[in-house]
DNA sequence: GGGGTCAGTTCAATGACCGAACCGTAAGAC
DNA sequence: GTCTTACGGTTCGGTCATTGAACTGACCCC
């Protein structure tokens, strides 16, 4: 954040938060984060970020140790950034947002969630409708919905039609599109 | 939101609803406002927000349905904001922010909430840890923790050091303070 | 050597936010 | 009737953040 004095009156863990996360963006690249998307190009096309605030906020977001940027190939060096434990816990936060919207901003159902294991839809509140546990980020599938355009413009959406398990790594490579 | 373009790109629940909550300061005036602030001045005392831009984002917070502008008295004529139906589904943003907020920015236990039907605390998934239930905003009591300044400037802050149950208007009337 | 990709940085222009000052209405004190 | 205070704003100049476009630099392949 950082404008001036950021929450400083705040006795609030809420405020603590926004602190971190309350800014423009932040929370949209968590959540591509949690996507799997880890590429900064990728970030940059699906996100249509300017390209310096989104190295500002990879930038912070490591700092904070949301993400964690980490070199995959030497050469040409290459980093990728790919959400810790940390950042992980936000899923709750992003999925009560994405709740609210859908039932209170917008109708369309874009896109469902549900447990890896048992196929139940998860809930608002984190639970299987199915089999009532509380599902963990790694055991969420997102599956994408009809209401979703089928052809879009960037690698990224296109690679996000297809149903995807949160947290692993996104495929954007084309021989794995058409398969 | 808007500015230039707002998150235009994105077909997700979670970008529109960071279009209408994302803006610096918002979903602090929100919690306020759960918390049962309802007037200009306890938000601006409490909040520390320039008043330019607290008018502003009641009046967006008004536009969007989250708050309802209320005549409370006539002469003067004074207004109030109160929560809504769609502004109090907000809380489980608020809750999850919050618990991320303790759990890993700042371990301080400022506040907790409460079953108010049977004094369990609320999950941070929004059940109740003694009776099991999924605890509705308006059953929640919000609990002022030890490390809380004890002594605070503002009448807000030192009208929230008592119980509290939520959406219910806070009363910064020095003689309730007193008994 | 030329062209392309990726991951950035730099920069001028615009928009948002900040703090302080001002304003209008009305109540209550004297 | 005048003075003071409280409340709920608006206005304004200055600062900070965000934007889009252009540029950089490292590397690969042909």
Redesign the interface.
Known sequence: ?A?G?D??????????????V???WT??VV?DAIYGVRRYNDFLV???IPRAVLSARLRTLTEEGILEKRRYQQSPPRDEYVVTE?GA??W???????????????A?R??SFRHADCGGEVE????CAACGT?VAVRDVVMVPGPE??PD?ADPV?RALLRPKRLLEPLETDPAHLAD
């Open positions: 954040m404008l004095k929450y400083v009156t705040q006795e609030c863990s809420i405020a603590r938060a926004l602190e971190v309350g800014e423009r929370l949209l959540r699906h996100l249509g940390r816990a936000l709750p936060v992003l999925r009560a947002l994405g709740h609210w919207g859908r039932e209170h901003v917008d369309t874009l896109r608002p509140y984190g639970t509380l979703l355009d879009p959406s």
